[in-house]
């Protein structure tokens, strides 16, 4: 009986090890078709083959927080996103720019994606499929859209999109049933020694408060930032754009002295506690990420939530 059961037992671990090596052999090949498949994207300059499922992609401006909303993974990215305290996910991933492409290439990133200000993109292309979004070109969401096209996860952006526009709305009108239909608000921040003013889409919020939410602009700033987002002045003029409320995106490294001054301690707003400092760090951008902490940010200043 036992000469009858060993033979047995041994065809058995020979059938059995055959099958898994051809499972693993049947994964592998898996993957290796997973990472071959594409899709045509369209971008703003023509179609570009890009990988189906991206797994390794680097981030040379703006849109970090995009791409890592629709959890996909960043190898490499733009020291401004770097430097964000809330983006944690990008605390062990390297720091990388247009001009490091020995660095790039040992990222072996499988998509790069940048402003169409970035330099050497001929060379990144060789590298990896590169595709390019131009500033302001499309609004915000409708930014966000595109990255979901060009990572295949429209669906997932739109819902995104659709969800962020609605809580946007109802906060909206909490904070206008509060402070008033016709209360002004203004968005400041202080970057070296310059002092700037923003319009409806330069990020800083100014997408939620002037888009979604509908809060009223002041005239002045209306006048001389609306178009082109944002606006210069000197501390000494900003009581003429400073509205009933004013959220402050604060450099702390860079020169606050103006609040030490009369001219500032005397603007309404200041006065009446109407002031809501944000770190400017942390409200640079206008990604889902970004743009999700603003909104509680508002929410918590303005309605006390």
């Known amino acids: 009986m036992k000469k009858l059961i060993m033979p047995f037992l041994l065809m058995l671990v020979l059938l059995l090890s055959a099958c898994g090596g051809e499972t693993t052999e049947k994964s592998s090949e898996k993957k290796e078709a997973n990472k071959s498949e594409t899709i045509t994207y369209q971008s703003e300059n023509g179609d570009v083959e890009v990988p189906a499922n991206p797994e390794r ?3 040379l ?6 791409v890592m909303a629709l959890d996909v993974n960043i190898v490499g ?45 001929d060379k990144l292309k060789e590298i990896a499929p590169t595709v390019t979004f ?12 595109e ?16 969800s962020f526009k609605a809580d946007s709305k109802a906060a909206g009108e909490e904070i206008k049933a ?5 209360a002004t608000v203004s968005v400041i921040e202080n970057f070296d020694k310059e ?8 990020a800083r919020g100014t997408e939620i408060l002037y888009q979604e939410m509908k809060l009223n602009m002041p005239e002045k700033v209306k006048q001389m930032a609306l178009e082109q987002g944002y606006y210069a002045i000197s501390p000494e003029v900003l009581s003429e754009y400073a509205g009933d409320y004013v959220i402050f995106s ?7 002295s103006f609040q030490q001054t009369e001219t500032y301690k005397n603007i309404p707003a200041v006065k009446n506690n109407q002031v809501f400092e944000a770190n400017a760090k942390e409200f640079y951008f206008n990604d889902p990420l970004t743009l999700e902490y603003q909104l509680e940010f508002f929410k918590k200043s303005f309605l006390g939530q």
């Open 57 to 59: 992609v680097i981030v």
């Open 61 to 66: 401006s703006s849109f970090a927080g995009n």
């Open 77 to 121: 990215v733009d020291s401004w996103s770097k430097m964000n305290p809330r983006f944690e996910k990008l605390k062990d991933v390297e720091e990388v720019t247009d001009e490091n492409l020995e660095k790039i290439i040992e990222l072996d990133p499988d998509l790069i994606i940048g402003l169409s200000t970035i330099k050497n993109v």
């Open 134 to 145: 131009t500033y302001g070109k499309l609004d915000y969401l409708n930014q966000h859209l």
């Open 147 to 162: 990255i979901g096209k060009l990572l295949n996860k429209e669906k997932e952006a739109q819902e995104w999109i659709d």
């Open 178 to 182: 509060k402070i008033g239909e016709d």
């Open 195 to 202: 002092l700037y003013v923003f319009g409806d889409n330069w």
């Open 250 to 256: 604060k450099n702390a490294e860079g020169d606050t």
